[in-house]
Nanobody
Framework: QVQLVESGGGLVQPGGSLRLSCVGS????????IAWHRQAPGKERESIGY???????TLAASVKGRFTISRDNAKNTVYLQMNSLKPEDTAVYYC???????WGKGTLVTVSS
């Protein structure tokens, strides 16, 4: 079993930054890629990117240059650093074990002035 818990969401002004955390449990979390996704109100879930167990990252074009993903295996944590936030980044952000059905409950990010 793998449990994932996201945190770090909140209200931020346009142009601001937030860092989300995804804390996981179990060896599955450590030895697999972890992905970030988001779902905006009334829209389908969108994949943001992922980080492999070795630390290689892939990011969607919509966030490349503004978002970065990193991981600290000693803390069982994957981070999503979000800079230059825009109102269209408003969404619930989720992490999951890539290609597996393990998901957190999400954390809400609201970008608004």
């Amino acid at each position: 079993q793998v449990q994932l818990v996201e945190s770090g969401g909140g209200l931020v002004q346009p142009g601001g930054s937030l860092r989300l955390s995804c804390v996981g449990s179990g060896s599955i979390f450590l030895f697999n890629a972890i992905a970030w996704h988001r779902q905006a109100p009334g829209k389908e879930r969108e994949s943001i990117g992922y980080i492999t167990s070795g630390g290689t990252t892939t990011l969607a074009a919509s966030v490349k240059g503004r978002f970065t993903i990193s991981r600290d295996n000693a803390k069982n944590t994957v981070y999503l650093q979000m800079n230059s936030l825009k109102p269209e980044d408003t969404a619930v952000y989720y992490c999951n074990v890539l290609n597996m059905d393990y998901w957190g409950k999400g954390t809400l990010v609201t970008v608004s002035s």
